[in-house]
């Protein structure tokens, strides 16, 4: 995977001559045991150059060509690595780029918006945009509607040779890598499976429901995501489970808001009380044996299952107006045919099952399952751009993560899962200039990451001054409800 990803890592914007210098800052390198404290980190171009305590002596420039060092004086502040978001559908580019920028996001793992790879390629030369992992899109029949076209970069396969021939396609394209989809059919999925090996692409994304999430594991996918089917294979009577579900996608009578809603948010009874540890620890040690990583997107259920705080934020107030109107999860498309009982009812179900799904995190982190922090933001799901990266990180405290483990799921493991950490995911000398500058420490209370006062972005210094006027311009944006 580390080849495939160089393209993306390795791509360098035309830069000045200026070195940046931040000063006095307390370090959390992610590689050493304890915070360094009064450290001084030198960036020239998009690499750091030097980590060092204690102050530098600047000399004062003496040559027109050569920029006066920028100095950041960091006394008082904590600064991490850049943040990634490993799970997101990017959208309106004047909205989210800025708002990730404003929360430290310096890298997203882009799980399919129809967005051609060039587009995404011209993205990438803007200063202000972050490293961005694209992928392209698989799923069965379902997708489509008849008579419809799939949209680019994605396609709806229904036979193995179908599948094999998608895979070829989407890597030629250009895709970093696939994203597979709940409707796959079975032969379908696991000729993705071998073809991706074959040629050297990976995939992720929803474990389909003709599958079980261990043999998702076994067959290489590289990523599971949303927790989905993880407590129903842990079930002393997965088999009629899965079933269920299987019959409920491909049901003629219910209506697409129905088979949404009853396959997104599935009610824990018939889980919760046929959980068996004994299937769970099992389940566990295959995705440690086999490296597949977990992304709980724990933000989004949270957004569903407590829609007025969503819609409260003061951030959302800086919303373009099109996304206000639609923010709440009942003003959803796939919500409007509940009655407020009905409606109710859902959200109290949601609520239970986001606080199995952290219990299940909890466990699933003390096997030594690995985890990546994602939030499945996008223009139709009740969470706020950046902001919910550290709602994210949060839920993952609740759930039994440390702190540090929690950082390390949006720093060190993303470069871990591209296998790109000598390049990235920590602050050393030689690595890429992505780095955030904190008010107060991460380690003692997660929550301040959202502290944010700069942000570096391939060795360009962002201030809290620049970021927050980029911000301002966004609730100027006129878009589409």
Known sequence: MRGLLLCWCAFALPLSAQTLVIQHATVITMTSAKPLKDYTVVVEGNRITLLQKGSLKIKPSVSRETLAPQIIDAKGKFLIPGLWDMHMHLGLPEAFFPLLLAH??????????????????????????????????????????????????????????????????????????????????????????????????????????????????????????????????????????????????????LSGEARLRLLGFPKLEGLAD???????????????????????????????????????????????????????????????????????????????????????????????????????????????????????????????????EALETATVNPARYFGVLNQMGTIEAGKFADMVLLDADPLKDIRNTLKVRGVVMRGRYFGRAEIDGMVEKVGELVTAP
Not at 303 to 322: N, S
């Open 104 to 253: 430290g996001i310096t890298g997203v793992r882009e799980m399919y918006s129809g967005i051609p790879p060039q587009t995404i390629a011209q993205w990438r030369t803007r200063p202000e945009v972050p490293r961005i992992v694209a992928s392209g899109f698989l799923d069965g029949p379902l997708m489509l509607e008849p008579g419809q076209m799939p949209p680019p970069g994605a396609f709806a396969v229904a036979t193995a040779d179908q599948a094999r021939y998608a895979v070829q396609v989407l890597k030629l394209s250009g895709y970093d890598f696939i994203k597979v989809y709940s409707d796959l059919p079975r032969d379908a999925y696991f000729a993705i499976a071998q073809e991706a090996r074959a040629i050297g692409i990976p995939f992720a994304g929803h474990v389909p429901e003709t599958v079980s999430p261990l043999e998702a594991s076994e067959a290489g996918q590289r990523s599971e995501e949303h927790l989905m089917n993880i407590l129903l294979a842990c079930s002393t009577n997965e088999a009629a489970l899965r079933a269920e579900r299987v019959r409920v996608m491909n049901s003629t009578e």
């Open 274 to 404: 046929t959980y068996d540890e004994t299937k769970a620890a099992t389940l566990f040690q295959t995705f440690v044996r086999n490296g597949t990583w977990q992304v709980p997107t724990l933000a989004l259920l949270h957004g569903f299952a407590y829609g007025d705080e969503f819609v409260a934020d003061p951030l959302m107030q800086k919303m373009p107006e099109g996304w206000r109107k639609t923010a709440h999860p009942r003003d959803k498309p796939y919500m409007k045919d509940l009655t407020p009982d009905q409606f109710d009812d859902l959200v109290k179900s949601i609520r239970a099952l986001l606080e199995r799904h952290k219990k299940l995190v909890g466990d699933m982190h003390r096997a030594g399952v690995q985890f990546l922090a994602g939030t499945d933001t996008s223009l139709n799901n009740p969470v706020i751009p950046g902001k919910g990266l550290h709602q994210e990180l949060q839920l993952l405290v609740e759930s039994g993560l440390t702190p540090r």
